[in-house]
């Protein structure tokens, strides 16, 4: 009879520890605040708090966190202070954000339709969408092209756009990267921006293929659109911005080139701008250690990492005879350190490469080229006006 109970009382037992478990966390979750209130509250009097000098204000090197590396954007006087005023807005925009339901991420998510992009396309240029550049398996194999829509007497210069995002996501409709083809467009650049093969469909070298491949359809098509095939720079940010140093420095020695058409073409840029850049995957800053993307991008056998990672490294293929280079990275980047364009800009210098120009930005972050946008856009405006010019 004994042995017959104890399995009995035991499941009771259970049932009534599972209750009561239940019953706390309901409690606990019923004593959360149910909106943003507590934690901005929280937040502001953090903030407050870094006021060494009691001013009631915030110099750069008074703020620190996401304060430092979006100090630009949310000064928004430019008196190079934040007021508690300039303070409470920021907050109230992380508030409504924090309260926006979180949508699952996509790989290579199309951030905008066909039909919305052609819709709003400025009365002066001509999109032409979603190219396939090589035939294939891969629906990643895509550009967008823009153009201005008045009719040149000459050959018009060329830019590539190349999206970041870690090797793993983004688009090339997302934000600055058709912005930008189409700002260029309009100052009589035509331009493509470039989708390519995530880390989730092929890991490297099929990225660095891919752009590579996009460069040479663009030079075979020049004379349809114009475009002097002698004069094309690019642009990129983080991911894209390591794949547009690839394009400015790697040959097809490097046997990067991959097996897709028009290998008769060259996939060289002839200017290179690039923000936020991983320039060599053998090299971590002291304290900090490989970056997850950086693993992703070169996943395969360990036997051969050390190799594929130094092919995939821009600053292991420096040389003289590097095309001109504008580079922007901020101090307070946590993603790619800031000594990545340290050492690459050194490189190219001692290469013998003539033509360098480094805006390190003090306290700015990752998001370098938006954040400090009075400084990066004319500086990259006048790199591209003064090296692809006749």
């Not at 209750?19 to 903030?47: I, L, S, Y």
């Not at 490297?204 to 491949?213: G, M, R």
Request: charged share 25%; glycine share 8%; net charge positive.
């Amino acid at each position: 009879m004994k042995c017959r109970l104890f399995p009995l009382l035991l499941v009771v037992l259970c049932l009534l520890v599972s209750v009561e478990v239940q019953a706390q966390n309901e409690a606990a979750q019923n004593q959360r605040p149910q909106n943003n209130q507590f934690d901005a509250r929280k937040t502001m009097a953090g903030w407050l708090a870094l006021d060494k000098d009691g001013d009631k204000k915030l110099s750069l090197a008074e703020a620190d966190g996401r304060l430092k590396r979006g100090f630009t954007r949310i000064d928004k006087d430019k008196d190079k202070l934040l007021s508690q005023q300039e303070l409470e807005t920021y907050l109230g925009y992380l508030v409504r954000r924090a309260a926006q339901p979180r949508q699952p991420a996509t790989k290579n998510q199309q951030t905008m339709s066909t039909q919305r992009l052609l819709q709003n396309v400025p009365d002066n240029v001509v999109i032409e969408p979603d190219i396939f550049y090589r035939q294939g398996k891969s629906k990643a194999w895509q550009l967008d092209l823009i153009r201005p829509k008045a009719a040149s007497d000459g050959l018009r210069p060329g830019i590539v756009f190349i999206h970041g995002g870690g090797w793993r996501n983004g688009d090339k409709r997302k934000g600055v990267f058709l912005s930008g083809a189409i700002e260029y467009a309009q100052r009589g650049y035509v331009c493509i921006t470039v989708n390519y093969r995530l880390v989730d469909e092929a890991r490297f070298p099929a990225c660095v293929e891919d752009v590579k491949t996009a460069v040479r359809w663009f030079r075979a098509h020049a004379a349809k659109y114009q475009l002097d095939p002698t004069r094309i720079g690019g642009f990129g940010n983080s991911a894209g911005a390591h794949l547009v140093a690839m394009l400015g420095l790697t040959g097809p020695d490097a046997g990067l080139d991959g097996d897709g058409p028009y290998q008769d073409h060259s996939s060289a840029l002839q200017a290179v701008c690039a923000a936020a850049t991983p320039t060599d995957f053998l090299f971590f800053p002291e304290g900090r250690s490989r970056h997850k993307a950086f693993d992703g991008l070169l996943g395969g056998d360990s036997k051969t990492l050390q190799e594929r990672a130094r092919r995939a490294s821009p600053i292991h293929h420096v040389r003289a005879s590097a095309p001109p280079f504008l580079l922007f990275h901020g101090t307070a980047d946590k993603t790619v350190d800031v000594t990545h364009s340290d050492r690459f800009v050194a490189a190219l210098r001692k290469a013998g490469a003539k033509d360098v120009t480094f805006m390190r930005v003090e306290g700015a972050g990752h998001g370098v080229f938006t954040q400090q946008a009075t400084k990066t856009k004319p500086a990259m405006e006048a790199f591209f006006k003064r090296t692809l010019s006749k």
